[in-house]
């Protein structure tokens, strides 16, 4: 069962809100101030989180600052243009605004947590040389074991299910956050780096491109 975050002190759209998810199957987790959403967040990790932004306490915005791994709706009466865009470029996954239509509430709810479906992920993945055991968390390059941190694992698994596709900095960042919680967006280079030397030293090539301003994609030696 899906869990989603309800954040917002206006107890009757909390409840309308609890009410219609419960109604849906999801399970509900409410919070009516950002400092007690920060507390709840720290011991569960709902699906999507519901979020309005005037909160007593610490506010919507502060909270989506700290916020990583969940898509976020903001849910405000706030509508101006200048707003949503501030909101959404700050990692907001969609911005709806009070009042809304419950119907495209829950279209949209259904519409993130559909990107954030993890796909099956086969046994073994393999590209060119590369062979990632996504059991046993073993890699071989040209048949030759490659020790990976946790952290590094995550990305090349990510690469890997996606070869030669250019991935988002920020898309990556979130996808690998369910495998690790040891990367941030300033440490995300320093982890590719070490990544891209241990499969260097092995045949020389570099399999991790920078595309600039974008994000990194795999590629396999016949390819560059």
Same mark, same amino acid.
């Given at each position: 069962? %899906?869990?989603?975050?309800?954040?917002?002190?206006?107890?009757?759209?909390?409840? @309308?809100?609890?009410?219609?998810?419960?109604?849906?199957?999801? &399970?509900?987790?409410?919070? $009516?101030?950002?400092?007690?959403? !920060?507390?709840? @967040? &720290? +011991?569960? /990790?709902?699906?999507?989180? @519901?979020?309005?932004?005037?909160?007593?306490?610490?506010?919507?915005?502060?909270?989506?600052?700290?916020?990583?791994?969940?898509?976020?709706?903001?849910?405000?009466?706030?509508?101006?243009?200048?707003? %949503?865009?501030?909101?959404?470029? &700050?990692?907001?996954?969609? $911005?709806?605004?009070?009042? #809304?239509?419950? +119907?495209? =509430?829950?279209? /949209?709810?259904?519409?993130? =947590?559909?990107?954030?479906?993890?796909?099956? !992920?086969?046994?073994? =993945?393999?590209?060119?040389?590369? /062979?990632?055991?996504? &059991?046993?968390?073993?890699?071989?390059?040209?048949?030759?074991?490659?020790?990976?941190?946790?952290?590094? $694992?995550?990305?090349? %698994?990510?690469?890997?299910?996606?070869?030669?596709?250019?991935?988002?900095?920020?898309?990556?960042?979130?996808?690998?956050?369910?495998?690790?919680?040891?990367?941030?967006?300033?440490?995300?280079?320093?982890?590719?780096?070490?990544?891209?030397?241990?499969?260097?030293?092995?045949?020389?090539?570099? $399999?991790?491109?920078?595309?600039?301003?974008?994000? #990194?994609?795999?590629? =396999?030696?016949?390819?560059?």
């Amino acid at each position: 069962m %899906k869990m989603i975050a309800v954040i917002e002190d206006d107890q009757p759209i909390g409840n @309308l809100l609890e009410e219609s998810l419960t109604r849906e199957g999801y &399970e509900v987790l409410r919070a $009516y101030s950002g400092t007690e959403a !920060l507390y709840l @967040l &720290e +011991k569960h /990790r709902p699906d999507l989180i @519901l979020l309005d932004l005037m909160l007593p306490g610490l506010s919507g915005e502060e909270l989506l600052s700290r916020l990583s791994g969940i898509p976020v709706i903001v849910v405000s009466a706030k509508a101006g243009i200048d707003d %949503k865009v501030k909101l959404l470029l &700050e990692g907001a996954a969609d $911005y709806i605004t009070k009042p #809304f239509a419950l +119907k495209e =509430l829950l279209a /949209r709810i259904t519409v993130q =947590l559909r990107r954030t479906e993890a796909p099956r !992920l086969a046994p073994v =993945l393999e590209a060119g040389d590369l /062979r990632l055991d996504t &059991e046993s968390h073993e890699l071989t390059l040209r048949n030759i074991p490659v020790r990976l941190t946790r952290t590094e $694992y995550a990305i090349l %698994k990510l690469l890997l299910q996606r070869p030669g596709q250019v991935i988002a900095r920020s898309v990556l960042l979130e996808y690998i956050s369910q495998d690790t919680p040891d990367c941030s967006d300033g440490s995300l280079k320093q982890h590719i780096s070490n990544l891209r030397k241990k499969l260097r030293d092995i045949d020389g090539h570099d $399999y991790i491109e920078a595309v600039w301003g974008i994000g #990194f994609r795999l590629v =396999l030696p016949n390819e560059s």
